[in-house]
């Protein structure tokens, strides 16, 4: 018994020492592009269907790109290169 609550305890350190590394050592970026050129009464922008986003750091090195893409639905896919 005092050995299965052991491997328990021990399973849900390392969960938390897992979720504690991933969120200090990832992040994630949800961005939207709008053309608000195409304002209209109706609309207060057009969709863009075609993007290209670049990141980048104070010394001007990429950190992230995407490419947005329409792909025959409302909400374009946005494919990114890894950062450094």
């Given at each position: 018994m005092?050995?299965?609550l052991?491997?328990?305890?021990?399973?849900?350190?390392g969960?938390?020492?897992?979720?504690?590394w991933?969120?200090?050592?990832?992040g994630?970026?949800?961005?939207?592009v709008?053309?608000?050129?195409?304002?209209t009464?109706?609309?207060?922008?057009?969709?863009?269907?075609k993007a290209?986003?670049?990141?980048?750091?104070?010394?001007?090195?990429v950190?992230a790109?995407?490419?947005?893409e329409?792909?025959?639905s409302?909400?374009?896919?946005?494919?990114?290169?890894?950062?450094?």
């Open positions: 005092k050995r299965a052991l491997g328990i305890a021990a399973l849900a350190a969960v938390l020492g897992y979720g504690w991933q969120a200090h050592t990832h994630d970026v949800w961005l939207q709008k053309d608000h050129a195409g304002r009464p109706r609309q207060l922008w057009a969709d863009v269907l290209r986003v670049v990141m980048r750091d104070a010394a001007g090195q950190l790109a995407a490419a947005l329409a792909r025959g409302r909400w374009g896919t946005a494919w990114s290169s890894p950062c450094r």
